[in-house]
């Protein structure tokens, strides 16, 4: 089992940036791909992007590419999702969760075998 716990949300002025890391502990994390989630108030949890734990190859959302970066360090045991030029609609609890590599992608919010508590990131209109 994988334990994580996220933290960096917070407020942010439209445009800004963010950077989210992840608390990465457990054990047999060479079978995981860890992953960034997010769901705002009365949508679905969305996927992100994800990144393979020990070959650090990454896959995006096609619609997150380009503001959103994901990377990972296995000496700190972390896991960060930077985010740039923040719009409103980015306003969400941001989850970090733990997959089976084998199993995306894609990757759903169906086939993840950990989540973390999550973190707020607010971006007013």
């Known amino acids: 089992q994988v334990q994580l716990v996220e933290s960096g949300g917070g407020l942010v002025q439209g445009g800004g940036s963010l950077r989210l890391a992840c608390a990465v502990s457990?054990?047999?994390?060479?079978?995981?791909?860890m992953t960034w989630f997010r769901q705002a108030p009365g949508k679905e949890r969305e996927f992100i992007a994800a990144?393979?734990?020990?070959?650090?190859?990454?896959y995006y959302e096609d619609s997150m590419k380009g503001r959103f970066t994901i990377s990972r360090d296995r000496a700190k045991n972390t896991v960060s999702l930077q985010m740039s030029s923040l719009k409103p609609e980015d306003t969400a609890v941001y989850y970090c969760?733990?997959?089976?590599?084998?199993?995306?992608?894609?990757?759903?919010?169906?086939?993840?075998?950990?989540w973390g508590q999550g973190t707020q990131v607010t971006v007013p209109s």
């Open positions: 969760a733990a997959v089976p590599q084998w199993l995306g992608p894609p990757f759903t919010a169906s086939i993840v075998d950990s």
């Open positions: 990144i393979a734990w020990v070959s650090g190859s990454t």
């Open positions: 457990g054990s047999r994390l060479s079978m995981y791909a």
